[in-house]
Every structure is written in structure tokens, then in C-alpha cells.
């Protein structure tokens, strides 16, 4: 499973990538909003100058119509073409604009996906990424996680090439659940990852050894 940092906060993008497991990022207008970026083009390339070669950046378009969508999917794809993948949203705008994006070799990531009848739909469109948000889900007293299991086996009767992003993650189990269940990508916020990399028997065993260490009275190999 591949890890992408949901976030559009440039700090948490470097500590992640430093540690060698990010694989992309995803951004939404409300975390774009939440970190005062008013130069989209420029936060998404300097992004893209943090990560891998090639990794996947999801960058959400705000207009409803579907011209107006198609439209800004191709500046967004303009700006870093083999990073940018256009964020949709799940419904018939959305629908139509990544089959005219897909015609043009524009990557889409389809958000804001509630049932295995809208993946499939996402599917059949071309979609090379649906998110399914499995958070949101058990919100509301219904299982996310399920829709995950869903999916991918829907995917997998019918050899669809659409990846799977467990989205709107809420903590380090939904993350291994994830993975369980057999999901291409976690999306996750920054704070999921630090979750994951904590164990208190770990920082317990890093100051026996450092103490022992001292003890010692070694000197340094």
C-alpha cells in the first residue's frame, strides 16, 4: 500500500517526504484554505519539487460546470503535467469532465465517493483514482471500511485499473485496516503519520539503551 499526505501544509509535506514513505499528496480547497496559500500554481509546484519523481498530486478544481471543469483540469495539469492528477467531484459533471480530461491523458481522482455504485461509475469513466471516503462514513453510523472490501472486489471481478484511496482516514487503524483489505493508497494527515510511527515501548527502549549507554562510561565506536 502506498501512503499520500492529505494535506497543503508545505512543512508537514517536507517531514514526511524526508522520512522516505510518502508516495503523492492529496489537497482540497478547504485545506488549501486552511494554510492561507493564495498562489495555487506555485504551492503545487514547490510540492511537486518535495516528492518523488512522477508522485501523484491531487488537485482539486472548484467550478461546476463541466467546461469550466475540463478547463481548469488542464491548467492544473499545465503546471507540473507528470505530477498533477485533477480532483473531481462524484457526480454527472463529474462524470463527463474526466472522460473529456482522460481523452487528453489527464489523470482524474475522483472524490467524494459514498457507494460502490458511484466507484463503479467512476470506473467506467476512466477515473485513475476514486476515493472513498470511509471517515465520513462511520460518522454516520455506516461502515467504511466495508465500502473499501466493496469496491476492491468489484475492481477486481472486472479487472478495472482504477486505483483505491482509503480517504478521509481518521486514525492509525482505519490506515492498517486499509491495508488489509487490500486498498492501493491511505491518504492521511500528518498527524495519522506521526500516530503510526509512535509506540511508547519504543521511545521506553530508546532511553534504556541511551541510559545504559551513559552508564557506562564508554566512549563513543
Same mark, same amino acid.
Given at each position: 500500500?502506498?501512503? $499520500?499526505?492529505?494535506?497543503?501544509?508545505?512543512?508537514?509535506?517536507?517531514?514526511?517526504?524526508?522520512?522516505?514513505?510518502?508516495?503523492?499528496?492529496?489537497?482540497?480547497?478547504?485545506?488549501?484554505?486552511?494554510?492561507?496559500?493564495? &498562489?495555487?500554481?506555485? *504551492?503545487?509546484?514547490?510540492?511537486?519539487?518535495?516528492?518523488?519523481?512522477?508522485?501523484?498530486?491531487? *488537485?482539486? *478544481? *472548484?467550478?461546476?460546470?463541466?467546461?469550466?471543469?475540463?478547463?481548469?483540469?488542464?491548467? $492544473?495539469?499545465?503546471?507540473?503535467?507528470? @505530477?498533477?492528477?485533477?480532483? #473531481?467531484?462524484? @457526480?454527472?459533471?463529474?462524470?463527463?469532465?474526466?472522460?473529456?480530461?482522460?481523452? &487528453?491523458?489527464?489523470?482524474?481522482?475522483?472524490?467524494?465517493?459514498?457507494?460502490? @455504485?458511484?466507484?463503479?461509475?467512476?470506473?467506467?469513466?476512466?477515473?485513475? $483514482?476514486?476515493?472513498?471516503?470511509?471517515?465520513?462514513?462511520?460518522?454516520?453510523?455506516?461502515?467504511?471500511?466495508?465500502?473499501?472490501?466493496?469496491? #476492491?472486489?468489484?475492481?477486481?471481478?472486472? &479487472? $478495472?485499473?482504477?486505483?483505491?484511496?482509503?480517504?478521509?482516514?481518521?486514525?492509525? #487503524?482505519?490506515?492498517?485496516?486499509?491495508?488489509?483489505?487490500?486498498?492501493?493508497?491511505?491518504?492521511?494527515?500528518?498527524?495519522?503519520?506521526?500516530?503510526?510511527?509512535?509506540?511508547?515501548?519504543?521511545?521506553?527502549?530508546?532511553?534504556?539503551?541511551?541510559?545504559?549507554?551513559?552508564?557506562?562510561?564508554?566512549? @563513543? #565506536?
Amino acid at each position: 500500500m502506498k501512503i $499520500f499526505l492529505d494535506t497543503a501544509n508545505i512543512s508537514e509535506i517536507k517531514k514526511g517526504a524526508a522520512m522516505g514513505v510518502i508516495h503523492g499528496v492529496t489537497t482540497n480547497p478547504s485545506l488549501v484554505a486552511k494554510e492561507g496559500h493564495k &498562489d495555487y500554481k506555485a *504551492v503545487v509546484k514547490e510540492i511537486a519539487n518535495l516528492l518523488p519523481v512522477a508522485a501523484p498530486i491531487s *488537485v482539486e *478544481v *472548484v467550478s461546476e460546470a463541466v467546461a469550466d471543469m475540463v478547463a481548469d483540469g488542464k491548467r $492544473f495539469y499545465s503546471w507540473a503535467p507528470e @505530477n498533477v492528477v485533477v480532483k #473531481l467531484p462524484m @457526480n454527472a459533471e463529474g462524470l463527463q469532465a474526466t472522460r473529456e480530461l482522460a481523452k &487528453d491523458g489527464v489523470r482524474v481522482n475522483m472524490t467524494l465517493c459514498f457507494s460502490a @455504485n458511484q466507484a463503479i461509475l467512476g470506473a467506467l469513466a476512466g477515473v485513475a $483514482f476514486i476515493s472513498p471516503f470511509l471517515g465520513r462514513l462511520d460518522d454516520i453510523g455506516h461502515d467504511g471500511m466495508q465500502l473499501i472490501r466493496d469496491i #476492491l472486489a468489484i475492481y477486481r471481478n472486472y &479487472d $478495472f485499473k482504477t486505483e483505491v484511496i482509503a480517504a478521509s482516514i481518521r486514525h492509525p #487503524l482505519h490506515t492498517i485496516d486499509a491495508a488489509k483489505a487490500g486498498a492501493h493508497i491511505a491518504t492521511i494527515p500528518y498527524k495519522v503519520l506521526e500516530q503510526m510511527l509512535k509506540h511508547p515501548l519504543t521511545d521506553i527502549g530508546i532511553q534504556r539503551f541511551l541510559d545504559d549507554w551513559k552508564k557506562s562510561g564508554a566512549t @563513543n #565506536l
